[in-house]
């Protein structure tokens, strides 16, 4: 097994237990329960009542603190039911997130499926809750490894090559004691192999900045689509490792709905955007290359560098500083001497200069 992955996965933890070794994992599994649809409809109600209701209302509407969670915006922002579950899990409630247990986070979601309209069965659910994966890259294939802490856990992961592509996934298989929490899930799409910035990609989606997308039961990254602004700033502001706080207002007019709403907030309130004159930041539209190295520029504090090599960016523009700073850190992208500040930036660039401003 090659340095690069033994310094990649340092740690393996299971409960309270680390244990330090050549390959390391983080993997945590949760057993879920099966359930009627109604009860699990009616248990979700409670769970809601006491841990959402707070920052969404009474019944997910004209809540004080965030977004509703019915109606087509709403349903339209997740796919599947498994994207809700994820997203979910992760990050609600918002002042202790991933804090609930998994039974819960499966009835919440059952709950806010049935208050769009949505029945979703057992099986459908507890699909959302298999046990988690992680993506490997230059693995050794077939490598088993057994480890037990003590004498009620034993946890074996073995690393089996992914038929489609040249990464390995790591399984789990827990002992009927072990229930602990359960993380974020790592797909491979099947539409990133062979892009110069597969690699960036790989890291966005396994620190959950740029998320996956599901399309007829295919995962895919979807690399040359625009990014657009509310996507964007969310993506930078998770991989600074920031949760932002649930403001009682939106501080632009247009992100009220918007799942980047508290992002963006987050993002005004730091002066890192500035809302238009009609208090408006445009959050679905796509962000050009070079507002996005505005922006990047700001966050990480870069130096302005003017280049004096790149044939599309004047020097009188008020973005070139920005623009030859990122290009500088190798943050963006150019060809030919050209930098195509007014394009749209792609969510596989915007992966890759993620890549190269996080250290």
């Not at 592509?165 to 789990?172: A, G, L, R």
């Not at 930098?339 to 749209?344: E, F, T, W």
């Amino acid at each position: 097994m090659g340095s690069s992955l033994r310094n990649r996965f340092r740690y393996l933890r299971i409960g309270r237990w680390t244990l330090l070794g050549g390959m390391s994992l983080l993997l945590f599994f949760s057993a879920a329960i099966p359930l009627h649809a109604d009860d699990r409809v009616n248990e979700g109600a409670l769970v809601f009542k006491n841990s959402c209701q707070i920052c969404h209302g009474v019944s997910g509407k004209n809540g004080p603190f965030s977004i509703d969670l019915v109606g087509q915006e709403f349903v339209s922002t997740f796919h599947t039911n498994a994207d809700l579950f994820n997203f979910v899990s992760k990050n609600m409630p918002r002042s202790n997130p991933g804090s609930l247990s998994n039974e819960d986070y499966l009835n919440v979601v059952s709950y806010i499926q049935n208050l769009n309209g949505i029945t979703v069965s057992d099986d459908q659910l507890l699909a959302s809750a298999t046990p988690r994966q992680s993506v490997i890259t230059k693995a050794t294939p077939n490598l088993t490894s057994t480890v037990t802490p003590s004498s009620m856990f034993t946890f074996q992961a073995t690393v089996t090559p992914n038929v489609t592509t040249p990464v390995f996934i790591v399984t789990t298989t827990p002992s009927p004691h072990v229930i602990t929490d359960i993380i974020e899930p790592v797909h491979t799409p099947s539409d990133i192999d062979g892009l110069v910035q597969s690699d960036a990609i790989r890291k966005s989606i396994t620190n959950g900045w740029i998320p996956v997308l599901s399309e007829k039961g295919k995962t895919l990254f979807q690399p040359s689509q625009p990014i657009t602004r509310g996507q964007f700033i969310a993506a930078v502001i998770a991989a600074n490792g920031i949760i932002p706080p649930v403001l009682a207002k939106s501080l632009a007019y247009d992100i009220a709905s918007n799942p980047a709403r508290d992002a963006i907030n987050y993002a005004i309130s730091k002066k890192w955007i500035v809302p238009t004159k009609s208090q408006t930041i445009l959050p679905k539209q796509p962000i050009t290359r070079a507002d996005a190295a505005v922006f990047a520029q700001k966050v990480w504090k870069l130096k302005s560098i003017i280049s004096k090599t790149l044939k599309d960016v004047p020097k009188t523009d008020p973005r070139a500083g920005a623009v030859g700073a990122l290009v500088k850190q190798g943050g963006l992208r150019i060809s030919s001497n050209r930098a195509k500040p007014l394009d749209s930036l792609s969510r596989a660039d915007a992966a890759w200069m993620l890549s190269k401003l996080v250290k």
